[in-house]
């Protein structure tokens, strides 16, 4: 019977949720080729059931107040990248002023993606549109010119190339979430697929 | 109960050949096992003595009901997971499988849009799934594999991919060194091999990329640039550059 030794990261780390390994490298993981969408083409919007939508062009996102974030990634496929450094726009600054009675959230990106979010769960400090990454502005393979980050669900939630975020009644399934995953995905409960 | 509730089976190793130097097709037993549709993946899980587990995804070679799937994995030197399924496991040897995994980069036997596959190395494993299951069901739908690989001698299912080609046929690419008497020279795939060696954009196909990252990505840039429409293109990421 041949023994399966294991070569890396043999030791418990307290950081890593469960059947999650760590990586070094930054795998690259979507469902079609990654758009290409110039920062001066690129527009962002909130709209809530009323219709009224918030518009911001990439030069009005920028005049944003960014934060520097650093967190853990934990991706489905069960890599973790622990300590990962960024820079986004809290969606606290972005959700200042709207108002909206629906608790959920799809977002929308360029190329069609989608994915679904409980509002509640991407305010108070835990997601940002991100614009960098690891001091660089953000590569488009790995989402560039801007993203979702939710570190605290997987990593499909932090949906690339993002272009607004729609409220939403129920909490209707995105993309993957019709594909087999999760409604919701938290990695520290196992919420990998349906 | 061979399903645990996180949805673990056991599978034991009941057949394994060699495909290359460097690669090996595994066939599991899995009781439980009830079949997958062409293009899913599984996880596979190991356990060290001492509980260390590690996990990684492999695409099912094989298509369709039964208690058996055959993974095909290529040795990546300084892997920690693929070495030991390559050169290590041995008949009767067990592991844990979770699957079958994804909805979206699948190909089932009702589609009838013509189909075109772009593999890169051990890209064409669930690729090859795609074939079995469009012969298997007697499809219509036209369908056919680019597959680039760096030597003549890194060819998986070289014999199999050969015998598809009355219904799916492969044209062969060879990135580091061809085969003697070959017309082309060794090379990447360029935008001018892409369109002479795929289905052209008027024919609309349903395109499956899979291989490398960094193959999918020089790909599938590529044919959205011949005119495809990206919401036609379908890929799969093994990982790596
Ligand atoms: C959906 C899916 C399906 C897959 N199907 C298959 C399959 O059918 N057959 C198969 O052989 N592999 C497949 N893979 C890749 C597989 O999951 C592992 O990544 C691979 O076997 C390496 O694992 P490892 O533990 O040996 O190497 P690791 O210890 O994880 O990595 C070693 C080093 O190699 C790099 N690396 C990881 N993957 C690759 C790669 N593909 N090419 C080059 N460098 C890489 C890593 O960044 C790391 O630096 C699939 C991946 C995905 C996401």
């Known amino acids: 019977m041949a023994v399966f030794g294991g070569q890396r990261h043999r030791y418990d780390n307290p950081s890593l949720p469960p059947g999650q390994f760590l990586t070094d490298s930054f795998p690259v993981l979507s469902a079609g080729p990654t758009p290409s969408i110039a920062a001066d083409d690129w527009e962002f919007t909130i709209r809530t059931e009323t219709g009224k939508t918030r518009r911001w062009n990439w030069a009005q996102f920028m005049a944003l107040p960014s934060e520097d974030i650093t967190v853990d990634i934990h991706c489905v496929t069960s890599w973790s990248k622990l300590g990962t450094g960024w820079r986004g726009v809290s969606l606290d600054t972005l959700f200042d002023g709207v108002e909206t009675g629906f608790e959920f959230v799809m977002a929308h990106s360029y190329g069609g993606y989608t994915t ?51 409220m939403q009644d129920k909490n209707a399934p995105g993309f993957w979430e019709r594909n087999g995953y999760n409604l919701h995905g938290d990695p520290w409960r196992e919420e990998r697929y349906a | 109960m061979t399903r645990t509730a996180m949805g673990w089976f056991t599978g034991s190793l009941v057949n394994a050949h060699p495909l290359t130097e460097s690669a090996r097709s595994i066939t599991f037993a899995v ?71 994804g909805g ?106 899979c291989g490398p990252t960094g193959f999918v990505e020089a790909v599938s840039s590529g044919l959205v640039e011949l005119g495809h429409s990206a919401e036609n293109i379908r890929t799969e990421r093994f990982g790596g550059n």
């Open chain 2, 104 to 209: 979206w980069f699948v190909w089932r036997p009702d589609q009838c849009k013509p189909v075109q596959l772009v593999a890169g190395g051990s890209g064409v494993v669930p690729l090859l799934a795609m074939m079995r299951a469009h012969t298997d069901s007697g499809s219509l739908a036209p369908m056919r594999l680019l597959y680039s690989i760096r030597t003549p001698d890194d060819a998986f299912f070289r014999d199999e991919l050969l015998r598809h080609s009355s219904t799916s046929p492969t044209t062969w690419h060879y990135s580091r060194a061809v085969p003697p008497g070959w017309s082309r020279a060794a090379g990447r795939l360029t935008a001018e091999d892409l369109r002479v060696e795929t289905l052209p954009p008027e024919q609309v196909p349903l395109i499956y990329i």
């Open chain 1, 116 to 166: 679904n979010l409980p509002l509640e769960e991407v305010l108070a400090g835990r997601a940002w549109i991100a614009h960098e990454y690891d001091g660089k502005k953000l590569a488009p393979e790995h989402g560039g010119p801007a993203r979702l980050l939710i570190p605290h669900l997987y990593f499909w939630k932090s949906a690339k190339w993002v272009r607004g975020l729609v």
């Open chain 2, 31 to 101: 009781p439980g096992w009830t079949g997958n549709a062409a293009g899913q993946h599984v996880d596979v899980r190991l356990t060290a003595p001492d509980g260390y587990q590690a996990v990684r995804s492999y695409s099912i070679a094989s298509v369709g009901a039964g208690e058996e799937i055959e993974l095909a994995i290529d040795r990546l030197p300084d892997g920690e997971v693929s070495p030991f399924l390559v050169d290590d496991l041995e008949l009767g040897d067990r592991v844990e499988l979770r699957g079958p995994l």
